[in-house]
Nanobody, 113 residues
Framework: QMQLVETGGGLAQPGGSLTLVCSGS????????VAWYRQAPGKSREPVAT???????TYLDSVKGRFTISKDNAKRTAYLRMTNLRPEDTAVYYC???????WGQGTQVTVSS
């Protein structure tokens, strides 16, 4: 069974940091893209960061310079390191593999003082 599970969400203060972890089972990370999406209340789900083969990555403009996506193919694990967090980063964050098309269940990130 193909599955993605996110962990690492929680409450952070503005300016703080969190690292999200996406653990895969029944899937291969090597040679496949892995992405992080987020969905804030009342808003559409949006792509935050995507990492492709050879570690090429793209980012949402508002997170560039603050978030870093990475993956460990051998461990079938992807990460989203989030620094200098802002209240507008509050959302449920999802791990996604476009091929095959699978989503994790999401993890809540709340940025508040």
């Amino acid at each position: 069974q193909m599955q993605l599970v996110e962990t690492g969400g929680g409450l952070a203060q503005p300016g703080g940091s969190l690292t999200l972890v996406c653990s895969g089972s029944g899937v291969t990370f090597a040679s496949y893209a892995v992405a992080w999406y987020r969905q804030a209340p009342g808003k559409s789900r949006e792509p935050v960061a995507t990492i492709y083969d050879h570690n090429y990555a793209t980012y949402l403009d508002s997170v560039k310079g603050r978030f870093t996506i990475s993956k460990d193919n051998a461990k079938r694990t992807a990460y989203l390191r989030m620094t200098n967090l802002r209240p507008e980063d509050t959302a449920v964050y999802y791990c996604h593999m476009p091929n095959p098309n699978i989503w994790g269940q999401g993890t809540q990130v709340t940025v508040s003082s």
